[in-house]
């Protein structure tokens, strides 16, 4: 099996206030698309729930989830928030990532 992605405490609490605003289910889907100007972006989406196939790890009561594909790209990283001045934004902290791009949306394996 792959390895787990992490969420940190941050980003699970800003998962929750998201979740709880919308009256939706507090789990967090995480996924990979093509494009971007490192050649895959991450995607951020709140879910109803997981699907059979999904990776799930847990971080205070919130659900991070992958499916299998995204997962092959991004198993190892931390999924962070973080506020600046520049604004605030979920960020991806990915091991597999050989480059990435200046706004972190998007990456290169």
Known sequence: MAEML????SAAKR??????????????RLSVEGGGCS???????????????DS????DGVRL???PV???????STVDFVESLGG???KVEN???????????????
């Open 6 to 9: 992490t969420l940190t405490p």
């Open 15 to 28: 998962v929750a206030a998201i979740a709880a605003k919308q009256a939706k289910p507090a789990i967090l």
């Open 39 to 53: 050649g895959f972006q991450y995607k951020f989406d709140l879910a109803e729930g997981a699907e059979a196939d």
């Open 56 to 59: 799930v790890s847990e971080t």
């Open 65 to 67: 989830v992958v499916d």
């Open 70 to 76: 995204s997962l092959d790209l991004v198993a190892g």
């Open 88 to 90: 605030a934004a979920f």
């Open 95 to 109: 091991p597999q990532a050989a480059a990435g791009c200046g706004c972190g949306s998007s990456f290169g394996i």
